[in-house]
């Protein structure tokens, strides 16, 4: 069965520093989507992103925040400067359409730990 | 945002069915009803979703009711692997809430 694979599982950083955090969304899907879940708390959208723009973001996603599509099957998440808030795990998801119809395919996630 | 109400923990024992209940009375006509649940340490998994109509598929039934307001996730036979919590959702931003850690005793 297909799935959403993210890659690396853990990724430990020192403030400041960047991060790209990297995902392979199912190779049908259009719709590709970044949340997160700081450890205890809820899962929160970041970004949906399709046809190589962003559609639509989450007052988390700030400038600090980019995504791209780099070429056929990856998806990705950069954080410029990260800070001991980004701590968390960070899930990308897809699906084939966007809007309530269709449901989104969640990866296993990249625990992002800033020290 | 339509928000929802989910109860924050049930229990259930091995191999009975558990009804999870979820109410969202301020939801739209054009609102889908998306259940999702999340295992620990891993990410969401879809489970289940519909609009009027009630719904099953191999995971588990959503029984919607006639007025929108409320739906029920069931599990016919829970395991201990159904043990994670559930999440009912109405916007394709997916808010997700607090949703209803479910406990599966042996």
């Known amino acids: ?115 | 945002d339509a928000k929802t109400t989910q109860p924050n923990s049930m229990e259930s024992n091995e191999e009975e069915p558990v009804h999870l209940p979820c109410n969202h009375s301020t939801i739209s006509g054009t609102d889908y009803i998306h259940w999702y649940r999340q295992l620990p340490s891993q990410g969401p998994e879809y489970v289940i979703h519909g609009l009027t109509s009630n719904v099953n598929n191999r995971m588990a039934s959503l029984a919607i009711a006639e007025d929108r307001k409320s739906s029920t996730l069931i599990l016919h036979r829970a395991t201990l692997r159904d043990a994670a919590v559930y999440y009912c959702i109405l916007h394709y931003k997916f808010y997700f809430g607090s949703g209803t850690k479910l406990n599966v005793k042996p």
């Open chain 1, 1 to 115: 069965e297909p799935e959403v694979t993210q890659t690396p599982s853990h990724q430990v950083t020192q403030m400041g520093q960047e991060v790209i955090l990297r995902c392979v969304p199912i190779s049908n899907h259009l719709y590709f989507y970044w949340y997160r879940q700081i450890l205890g708390q809820k899962v929160e959208f970041l970004v949906s992103f399709y046809n190589n723009e962003i559609s639509e973001k989450s007052e988390i996603f700030d400038d600090q925040f980019s995504v791209e599509r780099p070429d056929g099957s990856n998806f990705t998440l950069k954080i410029r400067s990260t800070k001991l808030e980004d701590s968390a795990m960070y899930f990308c998801a897809s699906s084939t359409e966007r809007g309530p119809v269709y449901g989104q395919f969640f990866g296993p996630g990249t625990r992002l730990t800033v020290l």
